[in-house]
């Protein structure tokens, strides 16, 4: 097949965004497609058009991409693409968003304020002070719509909330969530009509936070396949991922991030539509686990696609 591999793009993450694709690439290219790295960028659209694609692969993380933009293009074009569609993107990148779906479906997450970025320095700080006073410290604040823990803080102290309010405002608007304590996991998702989860990741970071650094740096980070939590909960976190990826509206694969609470709840912290997919990566290394080798999970990815595209058709 001839396969359009987008990336980049002007988003914090357009440089992770490449390294997935590269592996995206090597991996098709093993399994005889002929693949092509579109930019995404003023061009795309173009390109796309003209470019006689049976299928375009996503590998976007951020803004401009995994956002429901992308597909958008894609959906306007009639081209076949991976992941999820416009509304489960959109959904799933607006951290607050995909929160209110989430409490209304009954899947725990941690209690959550949100403050505009527009607001003066006066008021921001006001309504940070409301958050800690009602959410606790250490209190976790990041930007509403941005990912691979960029602009995200942990605040112990108020005197830090103004530094954190800063840093993320520079991104978008400010999400303040309350603070779980537990083991940090994270649940791989793939298929569609039963979506499967993989098994549970547990990941331990050898910096203060799993940061960007941790995540995209050898040897900050490990990955514990299975997760070392008791067996039930193990399948409870799959459970609640599961519950998570399908109300959202998500397809073909994502990747859940939980913290699993000394009480054994598992809580919901985000949802990924497309994971990253780089050497590093949390997805292929589940994935792997599964038996599951890193070009098969890139075909599968384009046999949904194709698969959409075609009851699509018949519809």
């Not at 993107?89 to 725990?108: D, H, Y």
């Not at 700080?125 to 602009?151: F, Q």
């Not at 098994?199 to 960007?212: F, G, K, N």
Request: aromatic residues 4%; glycine residues 8%.
């Amino acid at each position: 097949m001839r396969i359009a591999v987008i990336s980049g793009g002007r988003s914090s993450e357009a440089e992770v965004s490449r390294s997935s694709a590269a592996q995206v690439i090597a991996a098709l290219r093993a399994r005889g497609h002929s693949c092509t790295e579109l930019e995404s960028d003023e061009e795309l659209w173009e390109a796309l058009r003209t470019g006689g694609y049976d299928v375009a692969f996503l590998a976007l993380h951020g803004r401009g991409g995994e956002d429901g933009t992308v597909q958008g293009v894609c959906e306007l074009l009639g081209v076949p693409y991976t992941g999820s569609d416009v509304l489960a993107s959109s959904l799933c990148f607006n951290k607050a968003m995909a929160k209110r779906v989430l409490v209304a479906a009954g899947v725990p997450t941690p209690a959550w304020r949100v403050v505009a970025r527009t607001v003066d320095a006066d008021a921001a700080l006001a309504a940070m002070e409301a958050a800690a006073a009602t959410l606790g410290l250490p209190l976790v604040v990041k930007p509403n719509r941005s990912g691979s823990t960029i602009g995200l803080s942990v605040v112990a102290d108020i005197t830090d909330l103004k530094a954190a309010f800063r840093e993320a405002a520079w991104h978008d608007d400010v999400l303040c969530e309350q603070m779980i304590s537990g083991v940090e996991v994270t649940i791989g998702i793939i298929g569609h009509n039963p979506a499967t989860a993989l098994p549970t990741l547990e990941i331990v970071s050898h910096r203060p936070l799993y940061d960007y650094a941790a995540k995209y740096t050898a040897g900050q980070s490990e990955h514990i396949i299975p997760a070392r939590l008791p067996a039930e909960l193990r399948e409870r976190a799959a459970e609640v991922g599961l519950a998570a990826h399908a109300a959202l509206g998500c397809r073909a694969v994502s990747r859940v991030d939980l913290i699993v609470a000394p009480d054994g709840t598992p809580w919901v912290l985000e949802v990924n539509t497309i994971p990253g997919l780089t050497e590093l990566s949390l997805l292929p290394d589940a994935a792997r686990h599964a038996g599951i080798a890193f070009d098969e999970l890139c075909q599968r990815l384009v046999d949904d696609a194709l698969t959409r595209r075609r009851g699509e058709a018949r519809r």
